[in-house]
């Protein structure tokens, strides 16, 4: 790399690096974004730099559509390091009215040339330039192809528009896409282990994070103003911990079907990095009970154990017992020994598409088929971890049915001796289920209905 490479804006060479290794090492722009190496960027910078990497990420087929147009070429058939040079130049152009049009074509071409493409610098100019003179209209695909159209006026993948499209029709398949490309909302959870709610609320003043109660989940907040970023005080105090609204829902709804029969036994399978387990821990906490309940936490990864046992000890969480297990073989447990068994299932990821856009350019439909037979194998698992009378949840943070009402389904013809509680449950955390409920089995949450993450759940009771 050159000597040069320090002339140029911190924060569009840290994006460049980071979707580089997006795109090459399969690696997570959030994971990558927290590395300690970005510490010393000033805070503008440290704020453009996300912008910038989760902004092309999101808008990577929209951007890709226009370096092919003028380009003339396939996105395929150019360096990756041009794209990415000509991706960032481009989302700075279209979306970031605060930065002038020659900063971003500039940036752009320095990036090529200090990352030794000195020859292709002309078609970086000349892409940049020739769409910045197009930036006044909407350049859509001339295909006749409603799908293609809104692949691209979306930034989605094909496949998964037309997926969409099929299910729900265009007008919704497009509200949906375009809440992806939406920044997320911070939602938060208070810790009264390590801090009374009370004066973390007078922390928060001091800071002017101002936040609202949640809609979908009791319990839940959500940040309006402010910033409550993972280097805040009451975050790595443990006082507040973030969790989206959805995931909380899961775990409050496990936490109170065990809670009023206490002293209880809670499995939670693939339980890393621990938000569900520390929640239901800690609503546990707060039952009379004089004898605490004890929550076995499992997954496959010591160093994902490592980090639910750090977040544990941050947040105060008590009676998480973590066990290392592969969860597709029989467990190391006496059979129906559980009241409460949680599975979040690994899965596709789809409903968690604003935090983590990748995702949508790295999944293939068949991926999700391929998921759905793990799926099947660790409920089948989880299930014979049940005792008569209890209960299971089954959760995946994904749009798809293939890895929701599918698998319920298709594991209620299995197992007739489970029933589907989901409404009844809801109803006892003093929810309307209705507007949550799917047609067959369980409920779901959209992210372009509730602002949330879009997950699947159900819980099935076990007959004696």
């Known amino acids: 790399m050159s000597a040069k490479l320090p002339l140029l804006s911190p924060s569009r ?23 300690p190496r970005f510490d010393k960027l000033s805070s503008e910078d440290r704020a453009l730099l996300q912008e910038l990497v989760l902004g092309v990420l999101r808008w990577q087929g929209k951007l890709d559509f226009l370096i092919e147009r003028h380009a003339r070429r396939e996105v395929d058939k150019i360096d990756l390091e041009l794209v990415i040079a000509m991706r960032l130049g481009l989302y700075q152009l279209l979306f970031l009215d605060r930065i002038p049009a020659f900063a971003a074509v500039n940036e752009s071409v320095n990036l090529a040339r200090e990352y030794g493409k000195e020859k292709a610098v002309p078609l970086v100019n000349g892409v940049l330039r ?12 001339n295909s006749k192809s409603p799908v293609q159209r809104l692949s691209v006026e979306t930034s989605h993948p094909i496949w998964l528009v037309k997926r969409w499209m099929a299910r729900f029709g265009e007008d919704e398949a497009r509200e949906m896409a375009l809440a992806n490309n939406k920044v997320p909302h911070v939602a938060f959870r208070f810790n009264p282990k390590r801090k009374p709610v009370e004066e973390t609320i007078a922390e928060l003043e001091m800071i002017n994070v101002k936040y609202r109660p949640s809609i979908l989940t009791p319990g839940a907040f959500v940040v309006e103003s402010g910033s409550l970023s993972p280097k805040a005080r009451s975050i790595k105090q443990g006082w507040v911990y973030v969790q989206d609204e959805s995931s909380q829902l899961i775990a409050r709804l496990a936490a109170k079907l065990v809670a009023d029969n206490q002293p209880a036994k809670v499995l939670d399978i693939c339980s890393a990095p621990g938000s569900k387990a520390t929640l239901i821990a800690a609503e546990l906490a707060q039952s009379p009970s004089p004898q605490p309940s004890t929550i076995v936490a499992t997954d496959l990864h010591f160093h994902r154990l490592r980090t639910l046992n750090e977040l544990s000890q941050r ?13 597709e073989q029989d467990m190391p447990f006496e059979p129906e020994r559980f009241d409460l068994v949680l599975l979040d299932a690994p899965c596709s990821g789809l409903g968690t598409l604003q ?26 698992n989880a299930a014979a971890q049940v005792a008569p009378g209890g209960l299971l949840i089954y959760s995946v943070c994904s749009t798809e049915p ?36 799917t047609s067959s089995f369980g409920a779901r949450t959209f992210t372009h209905k509730h602002g949330s993450e879009s997950f699947f759940f159900c819980v099935l009771w076990k007959r004696r």
């Open 13 to 35: 060479v840290g994006a460049f690096e980071v979707l580089k290794r997006v795109a090459t090492q399969n690696s997570y722009a959030s994971n990558l974004l927290a590395a």
């Open 130 to 141: 020739s769409a910045q003179r197009e930036l006044e209209f909407n350049i859509l695909p």
């Open 315 to 327: 947040l105060g969480a008590e009676n998480i017992v973590t066990v290392r297990l592969n969860a």
């Open 355 to 380: 935090r983590n856009p990748e995702i949508k350019w790295r999944v293939k439909e068949d991926k999700i088929i391929e998921l759905a037979e793990l799926q099947k194998r660790l409920l089948v």
């Open 402 to 437: 293939e890895e929701g009402e599918d698998i319920i389904s298709w594991f209620r013809r299995e197992h007739p001796e489970y029933r589907d509680m989901t409404r009844e449950r809801l109803t006892e955390l003093d929810i309307d289920p209705t507007p949550l409920l």
